[in-house]
Nanobody, 122 residues
Framework: QVQLVETGGGLVQAGGSLKLSCAAS????????MGWFRQAPGKEREFVAA????????YYADSVKGRFTISRDNAKNTVYLQMNSLKPEDTAVYYC???????????????WGQGTQVTVSS
């Protein structure tokens, strides 16, 4: 089992920045790829970014490429999502996820946090 707790959400104006953190406990953190997803009201949960177990590979949704950066610190069992140049359409609940061999869809990830709200005002 892996337990995930997200922090760092909040209210920010358009153009601003936020940094989300996801602290993991349980099984060996460095064995897991980590991802960030988001879900806006009335919409499906969508992929935002992912990082390999070593941190050597990162993946981004086109909508956030160049604005968001995913990183991890295996010594601290934590993954981060630095969000810059935020837009109102980035407003959503952001979820952290973990899996040893994740796929492209949310259903292919085994472990999830409870989510943290990010609201971007115009």
């Amino acid at each position: 089992q892996v337990q995930l707790v997200e922090t760092g959400g909040g209210l920010v104006q358009a153009g601003g920045s936020l940094k989300l953190s996801c602290a993991a406990s349980g099984r060996i953190f460095s064995s897991y790829a980590m991802g960030w997803f988001r879900q806006a009201p009335g919409k499906e949960r969508e992929f935002v970014a992912a990082i390999s177990w070593s941190g050597g590979k990162t993946y981004y949704a086109d909508s956030v490429k160049g604005r968001f950066t995913i990183s991890r610190d295996n010594a601290k069992n934590t993954v981060y999502l630095q969000m810059n140049s935020l837009k109102p359409e980035d407003t959503a609940v952001y979820y952290c996820a973990a899996d040893t061999e994740p796929g492209a869809t949310p259903s292919s990830w085994d472990y999830w946090g409870q989510g943290t709200q990010v609201t971007v005002s115009s």
